[in-house]
Nanobody, 131 residues
Framework: EVQLVESGGGLVQIGGSLRLSCAAS????????IGWFRQAPGKEREGVSCVSVSDGDTYYADSVKGRFTISSDNAKNTVYLQMNSLKPEDTAVYYC????????????????????????WGQGTQVTVSS
């Protein structure tokens, strides 16, 4: 069965860094796009970053551009999200998800338009940023 397992979350200070991992199994990794999403307390889920595994196309939300980097290791069926210069507003549960279309574009009409592409979701990992 399709399975996505996030890891790497934790508690960090403002300006710190974390690297999240999303380990995928149960599907043909190269055919998919893998995305990172987050949901903060009292907020709706938002798209953070996505990568097309096959062609490397990426998407970043404006709020994380220049601070976060998404990458994939096809040999390990794993996608990473390197998060630098963390801010309190980055505090959220971070989820990875898989999109069977395998397509990533530079912009999306809305978070809903992005999220609706993703069929499979992990259980999330908590990231907390504090002073």
């Amino acid at each position: 069965e399709v399975q996505l397992v996030e890891s790497g979350g934790g508690l960090v200070q403002i300006g710190g860094s974390l690297r999240l991992s999303c380990a995928a199994s149960g599907f043909t990794f190269d055919d998919y796009a893998i995305g990172w999403f987050r949901q903060a307390p009292g907020k709706e889920r938002e798209g953070v970053s996505c990568v097309s595994v096959s062609d490397g196309d990426t998407y970043y939300a404006d709020s994380v551009k220049g601070r976060f980097t998404i990458s994939s290791d096809n040999a390990k069926n794993t996608v990473y999200l390197q998060m630098n210069s963390l801010k309190p507003e980055d505090t959220a549960v971070y989820y990875c998800a898989a999109d069977p279309t395998g397509v990533v574009v530079g912009t999306y009409e809305s978070d809903y338009d992005l999220i609706r592409r993703y069929d499979y979701w992990g259980q999330g990992t908590q990231v907390t940023v504090s002073s």
